[in-house]
């Protein structure tokens, strides 16, 4: 068959176009089910594969930021060929003044040539040719009716294009996928620091309580120990001392001391009764919470943290917000306890079961150096610690805060066996309980 130019040349765009199509329901698929902590390399990836799909040179992705200094900032850039370099942080208002109120007023921009700039573009015209822009596609990301939150372009630098209706459309799908996905992305972030703001105002009012009252409660007994020995050492420098008044110094110590002791105990009482809510919680969904939160801390220290439970997980009956304060501070000690050690698999699992008398038994076990049998009655006293930045209060808060659910909270040593296992027990909700 003979060769036919204008013939041959339709071929080519279908056949682009197929594949384009063939594309983009890839894409679509892949996005829908990422989690956000891929997108941005799924993104940079995407990019790549429309180019070459397209035989475009290069695609930059803008995000709007909260700076006044450089409201658009480049954030995903695919550019093989190189070129001058992009700023990632320019004033795109100055450089690009027509593309750029566009793209605010969600409006693309499709140039086959720079001479389809209209006049009023004569800066962004200028700025293209410097990058030796030959055509390029300027979209806006969009999500819902909200306002553009970046732009996504689409650049030829070695020869011009032809941007058919088509292609431009599908473009826009493809600008669509990419807002979606970084608008959960941002949600995901967003979820994420109000859950840290919680847990780190839950501790420290907890920890803010229970500090202010200790000292409060402890000055007296102590002040009256201290003044009871000074009193004692006076004795002690004479010559004769008072033996009978010396004892009775001794006992009132040891009576001070045993107040001292008792108001731990009422304090720890007290805790456990502060308010807490309690709602039916599905497991799965609190400790994902946790593991998201603790990730970054476990994964810059080479530490897998991850769950392990049922899929037929019966509901608990709990405050959200104090079973993840208990759990995190059980993986944080687990991470802690492994340190940087770099064993074959390090590790710290949540597992859960359902135990006896409608309970549900949690644990959260690690690789780390484990308990000595007789540090184990001892991890859970006030101010016992082996950490040098340690406090000693968090498994005594952890138990209380267990308590305060009707629950139990203990140590597994496992010393020498690979790791600690700390064990807490939650009430079942009641079959077909509602949310709260
Ligand atoms: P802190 O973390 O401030 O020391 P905690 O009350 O949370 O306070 O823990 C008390 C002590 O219990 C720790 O210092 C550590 O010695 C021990 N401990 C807690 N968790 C573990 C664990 N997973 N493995 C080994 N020891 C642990």
Redo the contacts with the bound molecule.
């Keep these: 068959m003979r060769s036919n130019p204008a013939r041959d040349r339709i071929r080519a765009e279908l056949d682009e176009s197929h594949r384009f199509e063939a594309l983009l329901s890839d894409l679509s698929a892949r996005f829908s089910s990422i989690p956000a902590d891929a997108v941005d390399g799924e993104i940079l990836e995407a990019q790549r594969r429309v180019c070459e799909c397209l035989q475009l040179d290069s695609s930059l992705l803008w995000q709007w930021t909260d700076q006044p200094s450089a409201r658009l900032a480049l954030t995903h850039m695919h550019r093989p060929h190189g070129g001058p370099p992009a700023p990632a942080q320019h004033d795109v208002a100055a450089v690009y003044p027509w593309s750029y109120a566009r793209m605010l007023d969600g409006l693309p921009y499709v140039n086959s040539t720079l001479d389809d700039l209209p006049p009023e573009a004569a800066r962004d015209k200028a700025t293209f040719e410097y990058y030796g822009v030959k055509s390029n596609v300027g979209l806006p990301l969009v999500v819902g009716s909200d306002a553009p939150v970046g732009a996504l372009t689409f650049h030829t630098v070695r020869e011009h294009r032809v941007w058919t209706g088509a292609i431009v459309a599908r473009l826009q799908l493809v600008a669509q996928i990419f807002a979606n996905a970084l608008a959960r992305k941002r949600a995901d972030a967003q979820a994420r620091m109000r859950l840290r703001q919680l847990m780190r105002a839950n501790r420290a009012s907890t920890m803010g309580e229970f500090a202010t009252a200790l000292a409060h409660e402890l000055n007296q007994p102590l002040g009256a120990i201290l003044r009871n020995a000074e009193a004692a050492e006076v004795m002690l420098r004479q010559t004769a001392p008072d033996l009978e008044e010396l004892r009775a110094i001794v006992a009132d110590i040891k009576r001070d001391d045993q107040r001292a002791g008792s108001v731990i105990d009422r304090l720890r009482t007290l805790l456990r009764h502060r308010s807490i809510e309690l709602r039916t919680e599905r497991l799965p969904e609190v400790v994902a919470d946790v593991l998201r939160f603790a990730f970054a801390d476990a994964a810059a220290r080479g530490i897998r943290v991850a769950s392990e439970l049922p899929a037929d997980m019966p509901a608990v009956r709990c405050d959200r917000i104090a079973v993840q304060q208990v759990l995190l501070?059980l993986v944080l000690?687990?991470l802690?306890?492994i340190g940087n050690a770099s064993t074959g698999d390090p590790r710290v699992v949540i597992r859960a079961h359902a135990a006896r008398d409608g309970q549900i038994e949690v644990s959260v076990s690690?690789s780390?150096?484990?308990?000595a049998p007789e540090?184990l009655a001892c991890?859970f006293e006030p101010y016992?610690?082996?950490?040098e930045a340690?406090?000693?209060?968090?498994?005594?808060i952890a138990r209380t805060l267990v308590e305060a659910h009707g629950g139990r909270l203990w140590a597994e040593g496992r010393c020498g066996a690979g790791?600690?296992s700390?064990c807490f027990t939650l009430p079942l909700a009641p079959p077909g309980g509602s949310g709260t």
Excluded: H, P, R, Y
């Excluded at 780390?368 to 308990?371: D, F, V």
């Excluded at 340690?390 to 005594?396: K, P, Q, W």
């Design positions: 501070n000690n687990g802690d306890a690690d780390g150096e484990g308990i540090a991890v016992f610690t082996t950490k340690g406090m000693g209060m968090g498994l005594v790791g600690a700390f």
